[in-house]
Antibody, heavy 120, light 108 residues
């Protein structure tokens, strides 16, 4: 089955760091752009970051720019999100999502998410 | 930054039609995509490129766009359609994906 599986979430103190991972399976990961999308408890969806298939193009939401770093390892079919200087407002379920860019700009495959809680 | 506005909630009786709107400046020039999110689950794409349905999306789901508003229509609503729905566009001026504020559909 084609799938994405996130890991690495947990409880972290304000100002702390965390690294999320997303493992892709059953599709040619190296040919797809990937994203992180988050959802705070009881809130809507918020796009966080985008990385192109070759890692040549990266975008960030203004709310995380300078604190989060997206990366990927195509040899290991994995996507990552390094998060530093975490704040309470970063508390959310973080989803890994595949998109169809540069031709199609929508998300056609999502993981189940991993919960990040920033609290003292 | 680009903003997509949806009504917070829509209530509909079983068998009737639910319409969920998504408003944004000059949305007519953008392609709109729609996602369904059941409680506790990840979002699922139900409409892409304004009107197209992925395989697996029932024909009861349709999309349209007119002026500055895109609309997701669910015909012959079933209890299993109760979920949150989000519209989404790609904003090329900022190189950002943008989601709508979300609409909770309640089946009476």
């Amino acid at each position: 089955e084609v799938q994405l599986v996130e890991s690495g979430g947990g409880l972290v103190q304000p100002g702390g760091s965390l690294r999320l991972s997303c493992a892709a399976s059953r599709f040619t990961f190296s040919t797809y752009s990937m994203n992180w999308v988050r959802q705070a408890p009881g809130k809507g969806l918020e796009w966080v970051s985008y990385i192109s298939a070759s890692s040549s193009t990266i975008y960030y939401a203004d709310s995380v720019k300078g604190r989060f770093t997206i990366s990927r390892d195509n040899a290991k079919n994995s996507l990552f999100l390094q998060m530093i200087s975490l704040r309470a407002e970063d508390t959310a379920v973080y989803y890994c999502a595949r998109d169809r860019s540069p031709r199609y700009w929508y998300f056609d495959l999502w993981g189940r998410g991993t919960l990040v809680t920033v609290s003292s | 930054s680009y903003v997509l506005t949806q009504p917070p909630s829509v209530s509909v009786a079983p068998g009737k039609t639910a319409r969920i709107t998504c408003g944004g400046n000059n949305i007519g020039s953008k392609s709109v995509h729609w996602y369904q999110q059941m409680p506790g689950q990840a979002p699922v794409l139900v409409i892409y490129y304004d009107t197209d349905r992925p395989s697996g999306t029932p024909e009861r789901f349709s999309g349209s766009k007119s002026g500055n508003t895109a609309t997701l229509t669910i015909s012959r609503v079933e209890a299993g359609d109760e979920a949150d729905y989000y519209c989404q566009v790609w904003d090329s001026s900022s190189d950002h994906f943008v989601f709508g504020t979300g609409t909770k559909v309640t089946v009476l």
